[in-house]
């Protein structure tokens, strides 16, 4: 056993009794890189530690909602004394107004909202609302996106879903994935098959503009403006799956950043600032099909939770301030550009892709990375080399090919430094396989 995880291994152990896997969300067991997965004990800044004392620059993020590092003092505070005044009410609250008002000044298409406790709450939220407004039954979604873990969106999903190489969740009956139709990602052909074969009956298409859940692959050029164009011609609603690209990919989203609005939104992660949290939001007429107002029924005991409020309306706040989001950006952009310099020394074959605060190595001598069957023809030998060489050298990358690298405003300098010196030592590694 590697010492320097052993602590870590004896909690695994441990947790593995109790819980599948070890884990309470299946990508954080490791399974396709293998190793011992570590047990987190504290995080700062750009900072997380594990039980054994090892400290990691942190490209996790915990997958995307730590927009400004780990325990940003601003969240912190806000979330602390939200919790000397209750942790739930059963009742609204002003604060939820005030993220409501957030979200819907910085997504242009977004007039009209609701906060849930998840990402898969929002998706899933989000279509019933299309389908309620067009009493239609089927949905279109993409080979490789991920929208959450509802029985009929597990069909063809990314990440997770993907790593387990089981597309297909097993106790996802025939009938629940039956309406569920899949189209190929930068393929508006194949969902113009699609809406032709299927006259009058396709509620939404579903998409992450950006998705990371196969890896960072930015839409083409005319992707999103052509399948807006479709879903008008065919009265088919278009929603936008932002819960990673919202406040990541620009500050205003994918919809701004490629100037294509959607009918509806879903969003998670960063507007909770690392508290359960998911908001659905669109346009005002559907958003008033939702109960009480209408006849779609969506509901929650902790929705609007007030300490996820806080820590969202913190977060955002703090990441609107003059710079803060453009400098993300920037530090995202020089670590790419590093990686791509020493993979050249290294005489390796890598496809750095950056959409914002966002990136994706993916080991492919191909110059870009288009969709899934891109992804899949990776060399995952030289991924896992990789994998295990940063974390040996302090560098926490999430564990599979199929997931995006998360930077903060808290990657400073000094740590990203210490990044690009390790990925010296890793792609030298996977060189010397
Ligand atoms: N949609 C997208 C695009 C996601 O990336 C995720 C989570 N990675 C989800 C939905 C589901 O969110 P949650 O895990 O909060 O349920």
Known sequence: MNQRYSQSSTAHESAKVLLPGGVNSPVRALRSVGGVPFFASRGSGPYLWDVDGNRYVDYIGAYGPLVLGHADPRVVEATAAALQEGTAFGAPTVRETELAELVAQLVPGVERLRLVNSGTEATMSAIRVARGATDRAKIIKFNGCYHGHADYLLVKAGSGALTFGQPDSAGVPAGAAADTLVADYNNLDSVERLLAANPDSVAAIIVEPVPGNMGVIPPAEHFLSGLRDLCNTHGTLLIFDEVMSGFRV???????????????????????GGLPVGAYGGRADLMACVAPEGPVYQAGTLSGNPLSVAAGI????????????????????????GIRTAAIHAGVSVCVQQVGTMFTTFFSPKDSIGGLSDVQECDFDAFKTFFHTMRDHGINLPPSQYEACFVSAAHDASSLQQTLDAVGHALTAVANR
């Open 314 to 337: 913190a977060t955002l706040s703090a990441l609107l301030t003059e710079g803060t989001f453009d400098a993300i950006v920037d530090h995202t952009s020089t670590l790419c550009e």
């Open 250 to 272: 620009h500050l205003n989203g994918a919809q701004a950043l490629y100037g294509v609005q959607p009918d509806l939104t879903c969003l998670g992660k960063v507007i909770g």
